[in-house]
């Protein structure tokens, strides 16, 4: 019985957020059958270690051991293949803002209207940027909630916005350029 | 206000993250500065942008059902330390710390498995029974079976789909090679049994695939990275030869 009840306070507090642990998870891994894995490993790991949670908000603690458990299994996944992390000073150098006049707040509305496309930009930033935007984008967290899902501090948080942000930026304006041409 | 200060705090202040009294300098400083405007206007309309095109991915179908399900079947609680009374942990203290020392020399010698084909082959005999492979989380769902081994093994084992080559996955069971843990997962081609075992070890085996043909069942033996494998079947050895390269294909 009280397995039965554990489930059940399982369900209510953790497993309401299931749409927002697998929306995380699939964009840290990239790959729909690895954020499955991932979402499925992680509510194992969640529901063994659900009498230590700690803290009164439920979604930051579970989407913090979604988190990790897709960062182990990327890191279990990762073979002697090449890191294939977006490297700015490779590829978004000569697009910054300076160098060519500046994407328009109406230039960003007409191209993102292309949902795929967007998509590809967010997919294109490394990890460590790509997580923290979109749980404030898309999970519309605060900083302090992502400061305890991502565990670094809250000044880290706010700057890894603005440079995730101003990648992102280039990485539009890049798209958009080579659309021009 | 001034303009570096504005800048570092752009982010803050489009999340709403700022204190009052410097939100109102920076509503102050944006109404007199064009550049930082345009820059405000920038993240405003990405904003804008990234939260109209429905990004978020929300949880398949049934997906919550297989983790309830899971969790029923496996997910027993971590039970709670009894405390010890401090003589009790001493002692125990000491001799973990003996047995510690002693097992950590010994996991770190690499160690040779040795005749490990014949084992696998002992072991693929051993759990064909009248009923069928012996399996302890049947399922032909790959997501079920892997999250099953969580916790009772120190290692993920792979599990993959490959009924579109014709391979039916039945599940998979905890075993043993030699003195290695280990898992076995199970495949059905036609009436014939295949049994993929791994286990962790120090690489028994050499990287490229070997195959051996032991009391008339054909064995093929490779590893990848920490893990190394064996497939056992009674099937002809070309067919156990296809099966191994669609389990191990990317």
């Known amino acids: 019985l009280a397995d039965r009840q554990r489930t059940i306070r399982f369900e209510e507090e953790i497993l309401v957020h299931l749409d927002a642990a697998h929306n995380l998870a699939r964009w840290i891994t990239r790959d729909a059958g690895m954020a499955k894995d991932a979402v499925q490993d992680g509510c194992l790991r969640a529901f063994r270690a659900f009498d230590r949670m700690h803290g009164p908000n439920a979604r930051a603690w579970f989407l913090a051991v979604i988190r990790n458990t897709c960062i182990d299994l990327l890191r279990e996944q990762r073979t002697h293949a090449t890191d294939e992390e977006y490297d700015d000073d490779v590829h978004g150098a000569e697009a910054s803002p300076e160098s060519d006049g500046a994407l328009t707040p109406e230039d960003i509305v007409a191209r993102a209207s292309d949902a795929h496309w967007l998509h590809g930009c967010i997919d294109a930033l490394p990890r460590e940027y790509r997580e923290v935007v979109v749980l404030r984008e898309l999970e519309e967290l605060s900083y302090k909630e992502i400061s305890a899902i991502v565990d670094i501090p809250i000044g880290t948080v706010m700057s890894r916005l603005s440079r995730g942000r101003d990648l992102l930026q280039k990485r539009m304006l890049l798209a958009h350029k080579v659309s021009r041409r | ?250």
């Open chain 2, 1 to 250: 206000m001034n303009c570096a200060l504005a800048l570092r705090m752009l982010d803050a202040y489009v999340d709403d993250e700022l204190d009052a009294t410097t939100a109102a300098e920076m509503v102050e400083h944006l109404a007199t500065c064009a550049g930082c405007a345009a820059l405000h206007g920038q993240r405003v309309a990405m904003r804008t942008a990234l939260r109209a095109a429905s990004l978020r991915e929300a949880a398949p179908k049934g997906l919550k059902k297989s983790i309830l399900r899971e969790i029923e079947r496996a997910g027993a609680p971590e039970t709670p330390r009894r405390t010890l009374r401090w003589w009790q942990a001493l002692a125990l203290g000491a001799s973990t710390a003996v047995m510690g020392a002693i097992g950590g020399w010994w996991l770190a010698q690499p160690r040779l498995l040795e005749g490990y084909p014949e084992l696998v082959v002992a072991r693929h005999v051993a759990s064909l029974t009248p009923a069928g492979p012996r399996i302890d989380v049947a399922s032909s769902d790959r997501h079920e079976v892997r999250p099953w081994f969580q916790g009772r093994l120190e290692f993920a084992p792979m599990v993959r789909d490959l009924s579109a080559q014709g391979f039916d996955l039945m599940g998979a069971r905890v075993e043993r090679v030699g003195d290695r843990q280990a898992v076995a997962v199970v495949y059905r081609l036609h009436n014939h049994i295949i049994n993929v075992f791994s286990w962790r070890g120090p690489g028994d085996v050499a990287g490229a695939a070997k195959e051996a043909t032991i009391r008339g069942f054909h064995v093929v033996t490779w590893s990848d990275r920490d893990l190394d494998f064996a497939a056992v079947s009674d099937t002809d050895s070309a067919e156990l030869k296809r099966f191994t390269e669609a389990y191990r294909a990317p």
